[in-house]
């Protein structure tokens, strides 16, 4: 469907003028010589045999003839667009740029309403075509001036309007893309910073604990060793047992003392 589009907008009022025109319901005054009418004569015979550049040599001829021939510049621009078929006309070596020259001062300066719509028109076209939809509004809306009723470029600049919407759109959906993907790279590179903290943060609440696990190191050390109350009792102990080893000796002592004693005493 959009191609169909194209080549409608692309064919559409590419037809050769003769050199006496109307505009509106009027004649234009008819200023041209015999030799331009016959020019613009032959080439149209083959413009319409579809001889486009032996038709630009003709209407060439025509403009020599009288160069400000409003017929013969809109029908060479005509015959150079066929020529140059879908060629960009912002190149200064393709015949788009000097038809597009061409239909631009037409439509600014024709004394002819019907050259000066049709040129809006085409210049229309033109800028559709390579997808300047703003241009192509502005144009369309030149030829309405001309000739309201103008239905092709009604038409045409509906589509114009929708096609402009429709760039606009992903004009705007390829942005916010943009907007999301850097916003999502830069939090990728901010997550490195964010974790950092947290890590110098565990480190504060790690350092404090080691002293605390000194604090319960020492409790263990000392279930391990001997506690004061059970030192108590060995020593307790200790004595106990060198008091009666003390009363034995004595006892001892004191037998020994007494047998010694019998053996001394008188005898009898």
């Avoid at 400000?68 to 912002?90: K, M, V």
């Amino acid at each position: 469907m959009k191609r169909l589009n194209i080549i409608l907008i692309t064919i559409c009022m590419l037809f050769p003028l003769c050199t006496r025109v109307y505009a509106g319901n009027a004649p234009a005054r008819d200023t041209s010589t015999r030799k331009e009418r016959n020019f613009i004569r032959q080439g149209n015979k083959h413009y319409n045999d579809k001889h486009f550049a032996d038709a630009e040599i003709l209407y060439r001829k025509a403009l020599e003839e009288n160069e400000l021939s409003e017929a013969g510049q809109y029908n060479l621009a005509l015959s150079l667009i066929r020529q140059a078929g879908n060629a960009d006309p912002n190149n200064g070596n393709n015949p788009m740029a000097e038809a597009q020259a061409l239909l631009n001062d037409l439509a600014r300066t024709a004394n002819n309403d019907l050259i000066a719509e049709r040129s809006f028109y085409n210049l229309g076209n033109m800028a559709f075509n390579q997808q300047q939809y703003d241009q192509a509004i502005n144009m369309y809306k030149g030829a309405l001036r001309k000739n309201p009723d103008n239905d092709k470029a009604r038409e045409n600049l509906r589509l114009a309007q929708l096609k402009r919407q429709q760039q606009q759109d992903q004009q705007d959906n390829k942005q916010d893309k943009q907007d999301q993907d850097q916003q999502q790279q830069q939090q990728q590179q901010n997550q490195p910073d964010q974790q950092n903290p947290q890590d110098k943060n565990e480190d504060k609440d790690q350092q404090p604990q080691q002293p605390q696990d000194k604090k319960q190191q020492q409790p263990q050390q000392q279930q391990g060793g001997i506690s004061d109350a059970n030192a108590a009792k060995i020593l307790k102990t200790m004595e106990n047992e060198e008091n009666a080893t003390r009363r034995k000796i004595q006892e001892m002592e004191k037998k020994e003392g007494q047998a010694s004693r019998r053996n001394t005493g008188p005898q009898w």
